[in-house]
């Protein structure tokens, strides 16, 4: 049973448009949310997250949003660029006592020049 | 090192033999987790050490997975008699103490033939 769920393998957007990646959540007991960026053959880096006290988050060109009524959260790229290519992983913090990370399957983005 | 190490990168091995994959986590870092990406998937969490605390293990898919993290650093991940669908990308990461701030290491590409 996922628990995080990206429903969409592929993006692609031209380079200098906003890309916004989706994320649903089943666990409403899930109250702190990440983006991880992957690119082939290294692993996943941290990108931003985002605590369920917030509804969103800024760093840069990057913006972190939360529905927690919808179970929602989405990742904005603005503006995109060809090297923001890569896998992007939403993940919820399982707050137990292992405090591991549940990960969505990804989303494979191309940012077009 | 600066980062987290695993070694092999890349592995292929017949089907039916054993395999073990190394994981070097960042000096200083008490938590340890193994993930896979298999195929299409997401990362799939498989077991988690921090400091002298009993493992969770909840996430190795079968008997023939295990895993040990010698002296509170070096991790070795231990697949027996492997199978096809052992086929995947072996992720181990590192933290502080658990929850965000993984720092992933770039993985073993798993291939059973």
């Known amino acids: 049973d996922q628990q995080v769920k990206q429903n969409s393998p592929s993006l692609s957007v031209q380079e200098g448009r906003i890309s916004i990646l989706n994320c649903d959540y089943t666990?409403?007991?899930?109250?702190?949310f990440l983006w991880y960026k992957k690119y082939p053959a290294e692993g996943p880096t941290f990108l931003i997250s985002?605590?369920?006290?917030?509804d969103k988050n800024e760093d840069g060109r990057f913006t972190v949003f939360l529905n927690k009524s919808a179970k929602h959260l989405s990742l904005h790229i603005v503006p995109s660029q060809p090297g923001d290519s890569a896998v992007y992983f939403c993940?919820?913090?399982?707050?137990?006592?292992?405090?591991?990370?549940?990960f969505g399957t990804g989303t494979l983005l191309a940012v077009q020049p | 090192g600066a980062g987290v190490s695993q070694s092999p990168s890349n592995k292929v091995t017949e089907k039916g033999k054993d395999v073990e994959l190394r994981c070097d986590p960042i000096?200083?870092?008490?938590?340890l987790y193994w993930y896979r990406q298999s195929l299409g998937q997401g990362l799939e969490f498989l077991i988690y050490?921090?400091?002298?605390?009993?493992?969770?293990k909840s996430g190795l898919p079968s008997d023939r997975f295990s895993a040990e993290r010698t002296g509170g650093s070096v991790s070795t991940l231990t697949i027996q008699r492997t199978q096809q669908e052992d086929s995947a990308v072996y992720l181990c990461?590192?933290?502080?103490?658990?929850?965000?701030?993984?720092?992933f290491g770039s993985g073993t590409r798993l291939t059973v033939v």
């Open positions: 990461a590192s933290s502080v103490q658990g929850g965000d701030g993984y720092t």
């Open positions: 666990n409403s007991m899930f109250d702190y």
């Open positions: 985002i605590s369920s006290i917030k």
């Open positions: 993940a919820a913090l399982d707050g137990g006592a292992t405090n591991k990370l549940i």
């Open positions: 000096s200083g870092h008490t938590a």
């Open positions: 050490f921090q400091g002298n605390s009993a493992p969770d």
